[in-house]
């Protein structure tokens, strides 16, 4: 089935679609989940993804103008690369077993997200609001916190994390040892 822009499609199961390096312009996808699919550097202008799965996809340096995530979930997809920043809304998403390396977040607010055992190395927060998230076993390695509200959320499983306590919100935020005392490393201070 081929996606044509400016159309909407409802409860459509969409499986080994290549849409890599295509634009999609005001498309609404509601209820529909695609299969081992690839939106590789594609770009996504106005469209809205409303209760969709995607799972086993390609979504490595997708470019979403614009465009809405509402109840969606991302299972087992590359998600590499991604400016989510430049998303339009995202209202309650699901990423499960996703890589998403080197994505960046800004200014948004996703109090309704959650992340499970997901790769966020190199990843970037900034301006975030991310109050009461659950972050379940995911690894952190390189990723840079920035501005961002983190109050009561949840880092317990998770691991390679730092966050500079000084320039982000930490208020009731759960940590565990050993990985916490990476949170006393911009302290300038020595541990024996």
Same mark, same amino acid.
């Given at each position: 089935?081929?996606?044509?822009?400016?159309? @909407?499609?409802?409860?459509? !199961?969409?499986? +080994?679609?290549?849409?890599?390096? !295509?634009?999609? /312009?005001?498309?609404?996808?509601?209820?529909?989940?695609?299969?081992?699919?690839?939106? /590789?550097?594609?770009?996504?202008?106005?469209?809205?993804? !409303?209760?969709? /799965?995607?799972?086993?996809? +390609?979504?490595?340096?997708?470019?979403?103008?614009?465009?809405?995530?509402?109840?969606?979930?991302?299972?087992?997809?590359?998600?590499?690369?991604?400016?989510?920043?430049?998303?339009?809304?995202?209202?309650?998403?699901?990423?499960?077993?996703?890589?998403?390396?080197?994505?960046?977040?800004?200014? /948004?607010?996703?109090?309704?997200?959650?992340?499970?055992?997901?790769?966020?190395?190199?990843?970037?927060?900034?301006?975030?609001?991310?109050?009461?998230?659950?972050?379940?076993?995911?690894?952190?390695?390189?990723?840079?916190?920035? !501005?961002?509200?983190? @109050?009561?959320?949840?880092?317990?499983?998770?691991?390679?994390?730092?966050?500079?306590?000084?320039?982000?919100?930490?208020?009731?935020?759960?940590?565990?040892?050993?990985?916490?005392?990476?949170?006393?490393?911009?302290?300038?201070?020595?541990?024996?």
């Amino acid at each position: 089935m081929q996606i044509v822009d400016f159309e @909407s499609y409802e409860n459509i !199961q969409f499986e +080994n679609i290549d849409l890599e390096d !295509q634009t999609l /312009q005001e498309v609404t996808f509601y209820r529909c989940s695609f299969e081992a699919s690839s939106f /590789q550097y594609t770009e996504l202008i106005d469209c809205e993804f !409303q209760e969709c /799965q995607f799972v086993g996809c +390609n979504m490595a340096v997708a470019v979403f103008s614009n465009s809405k995530v509402i109840d969606t979930e991302f299972r087992d997809s590359k998600l590499l690369g991604i400016n989510w920043g430049n998303l339009g809304p995202v209202i309650v998403a699901r990423y499960t077993n996703c890589l998403m390396d080197r994505c960046a977040f800004s200014s /948004q607010n996703l109090l309704k997200v959650k992340f499970n055992s997901c790769s966020l190395r190199d990843a970037a927060f900034s301006d975030c609001k991310l109050a009461r998230v659950k972050f379940e076993d995911c690894d952190f390695a390189g990723c840079q916190f920035h !501005q961002t509200d983190l @109050s009561y959320s949840d880092f317990t499983s998770s691991r390679n994390y730092f966050m500079n306590a000084e320039t982000n919100k930490l208020k009731k935020t759960k940590f565990s040892l050993p990985e916490a005392v990476s949170l006393l490393a911009n302290l300038e201070i020595e541990l024996k």
